[in-house]
């Protein structure tokens, strides 16, 4: 079933597999039913309306207040998530722009993949403060 708390987000990759977030957890349609999707330590909490996003390799990214995630479907066609190490702060949002990218918040900033992989901040070289909803 669904793990407890609200549902936040829902996602349909491009081979058909149906991901519900909720505040506690992931969840993955087999059939006629919900199974729970193993998640790294300290990154259950989902809380954003964009929280999930389909990578252009077919990966699933999951952003939680414990850091970007990384889903992949392994041989056995069970999905399996993993923190990304360049991961900084959690957020509520992620999102793939047409170019592939993937851009996401983090912490009290906007982060992107960059070509090889690497996280990097957005900011002031792209017109946005370097701390979003931040003080003065």
Same mark, same amino acid.
Do not use: H, K
């Given at each position: ?34 199974? +729970?999707?193993?998640?790294?330590? !300290? ?6 309306? &964009?929280?999930?996003?389909? *990578?252009?390799? @077919?990966?699933?990214?999951?952003n939680s207040t414990g850091g970007l995630m990384v889903g992949r ?9 993993a923190a990304d190490p360049q991961s900084r702060g959690g957020g ?8 592939? +990218?993937?851009?996401?918040?983090? !912490? ?6 960059? &070509?090889?992989?690497?996280? *990097?901040?957005? @900011?002031d070289r792209m017109g946005l403060p370097a701390v979003i909803g931040?003080?003065?």
């Amino acid at each position: 079933g669904l793990p407890n708390g609200g549902v936040v987000c829902q996602l349909e990759t491009p081979s058909g597999d149906f991901f519900v977030a909720t505040t506690e957890g992931i969840s993955i349609r087999r059939g006629l039913r919900f199974e +729970r999707v193993q998640l790294p330590a !300290g990154q259950t909490s989902l809380t954003g309306p &964009n929280c999930l996003a389909v *990578g252009s390799g @077919g990966e699933v990214y999951a952003n939680s207040t414990g850091g970007l995630m990384v889903g992949r479907a392994g041989v056995d066609g069970r999905w399996r998530f993993a923190a990304d190490p360049q991961s900084r702060g959690g957020g509520r949002s992620v999102y793939r722009g047409p170019d592939g +990218r993937i851009w996401f918040s983090c !912490g009290l900033s906007i982060c992107r993949s960059q &070509n090889r992989g690497e996280i *990097g901040d957005v @900011g002031d070289r792209m017109g946005l403060p370097a701390v979003i909803g931040g003080g003065s």
